[in-house]
């Protein structure tokens, strides 16, 4: 039994013509469905589900749900109980609740994010095939995102009320879904608050990341490709576009990848990664920063503090 | 091409702003203390200012930051705001000041951009 994968995010953006474009034409995921509101599903080329970002039309920015891919639809039912058994609500939706999705469950995460675990998705296939393929398919836009790699949720901690919905995150999904703790940021005059955290289902160091913020939201999405190359096209595309780069293209501490921030027309922070990182498994050892090395960690070649990283998000 | 000055507040701060520009971006140029950027599209918030004077345009903005009755009484965000005219603006209480004053884990930033006349609640707070 296991979460293999985030398997989608559903995003709110203001304005959905702006936001295909930046989605299709610059990072290069690929429209597969839209419904009559104006709704959108997007792929990347090497993803072969039918879709890992939804983009819906909405008066506000930010995320609406995310949602997990477990291996087979029974464990959804073994999951339910584990869900129930730890204290949280949750539902069962019925098949295609999650368009193009068999049945799903619903519940929210102790952050107050929606979350959704499901079993099946409408097949599509790689860009490129199963049979002899060529190592990347012609034909494609911007970045040529391979596919989405992980989410960063903003979670609310305040330590005078004794609030630390990131602790909370980590102890469900370690406890109930399995993941393990690749990294963490621990701050306090004796570490005691557990203020970020990296957590995995696959083998690379975060499939999901959960940060400390005065209110729940969204940090950023951030899309895979191939190396440091890529990235630093990625920013060359950013900049000829005009697109609002937060960060330019520098190596983490934390999970050793490198990376590029850009903000999406509706304000929603995207990340384009490259690299493994490092091999991820249950029995590593935590790694641990400290609050003094955070910035270190975010941003390994300067340490600059660069406080609207964490204070700027939807 | 229409050249607007922009007043913060009742200071005799001003700075120029062209008709196509947004309040935000011709700000960015000369770093305006009292006014934070972030994602510079509607999204996150940190830019809130009030207009006190003038006419303006404005984009597609989160309800999450402001809200139809703020949108009425002349709140809006800097990043999604042309101006019409010359314009009298004020700004908006800002994120880190918040931030700060609910978590220690972020620092008060060394940078001018985010020094501010409210300085002195975060240090009453801290202390």
Redesign the interface.
């Known amino acids: 039994m296991a979460v293999m994968r985030l398997g989608h995010v559903r995003l709110n953006v ?2 959905i013509e702006e936001a295909l474009t930046h989605y299709t034409d610059i990072l290069g995921l690929i429209e597969t469905s839209r419904d009559p509101d104006g709704t959108v599903y997007l792929k990347g080329w090497d993803e072969w589900d039918k879709y890992s970002v939804i983009l819906a039309p909405s ?4 995320v609406q749900h995310i949602a997990f891919k477990v291996e087979k639809d029974a464990e959804l039912d073994a999951y339910r109980k584990r869900i129930e058994s730890y204290g949280l609500e949750v539902e069962e939706r019925e098949a295609n609740a999650l368009p193009f999705c068999g049945r799903s469950l619903f519940l929210r995460l102790p952050s107050g994010h929606e979350c959704f675990l499901y079993a099946e998705k409408q097949f599509v296939g790689k860009s490129v095939g199963t049979l002899n393929p060529d190592p990347w398919p012609d034909g494609l836009k911007g970045a040529g995102a391979h596919w989405l790699d992980h989410v960063m949720l903003m979670c609310e ?4 009320r004794g609030t630390n919905k990131v602790a909370e995150n980590v102890d469900f999904f370690g406890k109930v879904l399995d993941f393990g703790l690749a990294e963490q940021v621990v ?2 005059p004796q570490g005691e ?1 557990q ?1 970020a955290a990296w957590m995995f289902c696959t083998t690379t160091p975060h499939d999901i990341a959960f940060g ?3 209110r729940a939201g969204l940090h950023h999405i951030s899309f895979f490709l191939e190396d440091w190359s890529d990235i630093l096209k990625t920013a060359d595309l950013l900049a000829k576009h005009r697109v ?1 780069v ?1 960060v330019t293209p520098q190596r983490h501490g934390i999970t050793r990848g490198a990376t590029t921030y850009f ?7 995207n990340e384009t990664f490259a690299g493994l990182g490092y091999l991820s498994q249950k029995d590593m050892p935590t790694i641990t920063w400290n ?1 003094e090395n ?1 910035w270190r960690g975010i941003f390994y070649h300067t340490g600059d ?1 660069i ?2 990283f ?5 | 091409m229409s050249h607007f000055i922009i007043h913060v507040g009742e200071a005799e701060d001003s700075f120029p702003c062209k008709g196509e520009q947004t309040v935000l971006h011709a700000l960015a140029s000369i770093h305006h203390k009292q006014i ?9 918030g ?1 830019c809130r200012i009030r207009i006190l004077k003038g006419d303006f345009v404005v984009g ?5 930051h402001v809200n139809n009755e703020d949108e009425a009484s002349g709140i809006t965000l800097a990043c999604r705001t042309w101006p019409r005219s010359h314009l009298v603006i004020q700004p908006m209480d800002k ?2 000041v ?2 700060t004053r ?6 008060i ?3 001018d951009r ?1 020094n501010s006349s409210r300085d002195e609640d975060v240090e009453a707070w801290r202390s």
């Open positions: 203001l304005s008066d506000r920015a930010g901690v305040d330590p005078a701050a306090g608050i203020a400390a913020g005065p609002k937060d903000f999406d027309p509706s304000g929603n922070r609050e955070l503090i406080g609207d964490l204070g700027v998000y939807t | 934070r950027a972030g994602c510079h599209g509607g999204g996150c940190v597609c903005m989160s309800r999450d994120l880190p918040r931030l609910r978590f220690s884990l972020l620092q930033i060394p940078d985010v």
